[in-house]
């Protein structure tokens, strides 16, 4: 069990610039999730993936996000025209079934938008 | 909408000390409730979790009870250690979504020798 790893770890664009972020999860876990955080508050669920099929969505994922599983193991996670506003911290988690299992979380990527 | 609700920090104890840090909620069904800790540097963790309600959950001496009267789920420790000191999140995951765990905004935990 090597944990849940995200690259980069700290990212910073300019706004308007598209960015990408990677997750790899626990490899016999097919629940994959993304959650967005701010200084001071909890995460936020973003989306989540069974394998390959993406089931859920949230209101905060506007169109300019978009995130992926094309094999059911690694995800990305990609913010086109970034702006000030998306900058936060970035978690991926996974689970072998669904939320009410143990999730394990990875240290996030930080994107600092300018 | 489902929401969690749990004290502001920070929180500074000495070594020894009981700790209480509350949490609330609001939800439509049936939810199963979570505390996570974040240490510092490292991701989110489950600490314990209780799946309905008069269940309690334990994990490294901290202790939570699923009180649906009440709608809280209050972590607790007898006796904190500098080790202890982390962000506690509060969490719930509602029946109806089996991928969207609510958070709390975190509690932060700083307990001093």
């Known amino acids: 069990d090597t944990g849940v790893s995200q690259n980069p770890r700290h990212k910073i664009t300019k706004r308007g610039q598209n960015v990408t972020f990677r997750c790899d999860p626990i490899?016999?876990?097919?629940?994959l999730y993304w959650y967005r955080q701010t200084l001071g508050q909890g995460p936020e669920f973003l989306t989540y993936?069974?394998?390959?099929?993406?089931?859920?969505k949230s209101r905060l994922l506007s169109d300019r996000f978009s995130a992926e599983r094309p094999k059911g193991s690694f995800s990305t996670l990609e913010i086109q025209r970034t702006e000030q506003g998306d900058s936060a911290m970035y978690l991926c988690?996974?689970?072998?079934?669904?939320?009410?299992?143990?999730?394990?979380f990875g240290s996030g990527t930080q994107l600092s938008v300018l | 909408g489902d929401s969690v609700t749990q004290m502001e920090g920070p929180v500074t104890l000495s070594e020894e000390a009981f700790l209480t840090i509350n949490c609330t909620y609001t939800?439509?069904?049936?939810?199963?409730l979570f505390w996570y800790v974040q240490y510092p540097g490292e991701g989110l963790q489950l600490l314990l979790k209780?799946?309905?309600?008069?269940d309690k959950g334990s994990n490294k001496g901290f202790e939570a009870t699923y009180r649906k009267e009440t709608t809280s789920f209050h972590l607790e420790k007898g006796s904190v250690q500098v080790s202890d000191s982390a962000v506690y999140f509060c969490a719930l995951s509602d029946q109806g979504s089996q991928g969207n765990l609510i958070f709390g905004k975190g509690t932060k935990l700083s307990v001093k020798p």
């Open positions: 490899s016999e876990h097919n629940r």
């Open positions: 209780a799946t309905k309600a008069d």
């Open positions: 988690a996974s689970s072998l079934t669904g939320a009410n299992e143990k999730l394990f």
């Open positions: 993936f069974q394998n390959e099929a993406q089931l859920e």
């Open positions: 939800a439509t069904g049936y939810p199963s």
